[in-house]
């Protein structure tokens, strides 16, 4: 792997620093306080409108294209993951860019598997910033950590499939101009092949028997202006060309998605606790304790200087999973895709917890954005799998390379 960003990444990276130090620094707390101050949070703020329009005509848009399957100058995976890591320090800001989840994985669902029909009617206004999407997976009944256990019923009747079933921490579901749900279901139950019951199909959200029931805040935050509902969904009837690649086929589009997904949340988690890192450093220099800075006292020192290797291993193991991603494909990636989902995660909740803390009781507040950082951290210790089942098949495949 060549560590050297090429001349075209180091240009991009400069560009998008740029813009977020003239553009989305400067408007963090009016952001925030546009969200408090509107009676419907789940409207995009005219801010962020205009932060979209300013990224369009900067050529910053739509950047997480991935080069093995879009036409034009898109870029890899290695490529795209620092760019990534500068827009997850604001945890808003990869919106501004529409290079944020669950679009980007619903836009690259389309991309792969999608009818033409389907992205003439979906994928085109997604790419163009003009609507949201949510993605339809987890249960509140289930253990979704194993997904076969999914139990939203997707039944055949004549030229339409008809959906019954509950979902919850559907991503985005909660926005005014979300109008498609990707959807994750059982076709088959009894079908003796365990991942081959499911499908994914196109749900648009103002379909009659869409309910939603609540909106789920996530460690008190409400993710504002996306959201997070628990939805139901009872006899839910959308054409049967709705359907993604066919019956039976949901695991494999899960596997397609999934893999640059979490190279993206890695990323980001590893912008976030970098940004929390440079916070601490500053904070410590200007405060004092005991006669002299905290950056004097000894165990400070011992944490930054833990959280700056935590941070340098994962985004180097983050680099290495995408260089595998791009040069032999997902499938032979899956096992350092598997480590950076362990790791990046809980590195990035280590380290903003003691940014946290080195900023004491203030830490805790919305004046420092590491709190809603921590939230994030922890969500995606379970979003995209949770840590143990990444545990389970890493170690599953460690020993069977190793034990030969």
Known sequence: MNFDHTDKVKALIEQLEQFMVQHV????????ESLNS???????????????????????????????????DALSNLEYAPLAEVMG??????????????????????????TE?????????????????????TE????????????????????????????????????????????????????????KQQSM???????PGIKILRHVLTLGYNDAPGGEPEIEFDNVRVPASNMLLGEGRGFEIAQGRLGPGRIHHCMRLIGCAQRALELACQRVEQRSTFGKKLSQHQSVREEIAQSYCEIEQARLLTLMAADRMDKYGNKV????????????????????????QMHGAAGLTEDFFMAQAYCYARQIRLADGPDQVHMMALGKQIVQQLAM
């Open 89 to 114: 320090r604001v945890i808003w800001a990869p919106e501004v860019f529409n290079c944020s989840a669950p679009d980007t994985g619903n836009m690259e669902t389309l991309i792969l598997y999608g």
């Open 333 to 356: 990636a899956k096992d350092l895709i598997a480590a950076i989902k362990i790791t990046a995660p809980m590195m990035a909740c280590r380290v903003i917890d003691r940014a946290m």
């Open 25 to 32: 620094y400067p408007v963090e707390k009016e952001f925030e």
């Open 140 to 195: 509140p009944h289930e253990a979704s950590s194993d997904a076969t256990n999914i139990s939203c019923r997707i039944e055949r009747d004549g030229d339409e499939y008809v959906i019954n079933g509950r979902k919850w921490f559907t991503t985005g579901g909660m926005r005014d101009n979300c109008e498609i749900f990707i959807l994750m279901g059982k076709t088959d139950p009894d079908n003796p092949n365990r991942h």
């Open 38 to 72: 509107t009676e419907n949070p789940w409207t995009t703020p005219p801010i962020l409108q205009d932060l979209k329009q300013k990224a369009k005509d900067a050529g910053l848009w739509n950047l997480f294209l991935p080069k093995a399957h879009w036409d034009g």
């Open 117 to 137: 029909e389907q992205k003439a009617r979906w994928l085109t206004p997604l790419l163009e910033g003009e609507i949201r999407s949510g993605f339809a997976m």
């Open 201 to 207: 199909i196109l749900v648009p959200r103002d379909t």
